[in-house]
């Protein structure tokens, strides 16, 4: 499985997830929203992304903010699978405005 680093990994992002850093060996996103319901139910959409992807956030929300960090654990990297979560986050995120 590819690994990404700080060099690749904003032309696997791409433009559509430029809302993405790279963060001692994962990549970040903090989202905010007008408030915690908006806030939560991006979560459960998130949460879904999630499960068909079989590959999850480590993340926390307070109030009508979330932040997102995206690793892959099992191969203590970032990977496609992490590329591929924050694109799907990214671009749900931007709908919503």
Request: with cysteine.
């Amino acid at each position: 499985m590819k690994h990404y680093n700080a060099a690749s990994i904003f032309k696997a992002l791409g433009t559509h997830a430029n809302d993405w850093q790279w963060d001692a060996g994962c990549i970040k996103t903090e989202l905010v929203f007008k408030d915690f319901k908006t806030a939560f139910d991006f979560m459960s959409k998130v949460a879904d992304m999630a499960e068909k992807l079989g590959h999850h956030p480590d993340w926390k929300n307070s109030y009508n903010r979330i932040s997102i960090s995206l690793r892959t654990h099992d191969q203590n990297a970032v990977t496609a699978l992490d590329v591929a979560l924050a694109k799907q986050i990214s671009m749900l995120y931007k709908s919503l405005k």
